[in-house]
């Protein structure tokens, strides 16, 4: 769990989301048969997931998120 307090830092909470929810995925990856497209398709996923949690708040979004593609 995070050690920040309960009533700020909701930037750092959906960081920290993204990453909990990629940790378990590239696990499955690594016993996958190809796991590079496996990642890639992990990373992706949570990365559009993170970046529509930060579109949907009224605070400046990550840097990576007003990027698109293979940016």
Same mark, same amino acid.
């Given at each position: 769990?995070? *050690? *920040?307090? #309960?009533? $700020?830092? $909701?930037?750092?909470? +959906?960081? !920290? !989301? $993204? *990453?909990?929810? *990629?940790?378990? +995925?590239?696990?499955?990856?690594? +016993?996958?048969?190809?796991?590079? #497209?496996?990642?890639?398709? !992990? ?27 293979? !940016?």
């Amino acid at each position: 769990p995070l *050690l *920040l307090p #309960p009533t $700020a830092f $909701a930037h750092l909470r +959906r960081q !920290a !989301a $993204a *990453l909990a929810a *990629l940790r378990p +995925r590239m696990s499955d990856c690594c +016993r996958h048969h190809s796991p590079l #497209p496996c990642a890639r398709r !992990a990373w992706t996923d949570v990365l559009d997931g993170f970046c529509t949690d930060e579109f949907g708040v009224k605070t400046r979004q990550f840097h990576c998120c007003r990027r698109s593609g293979a !940016a």
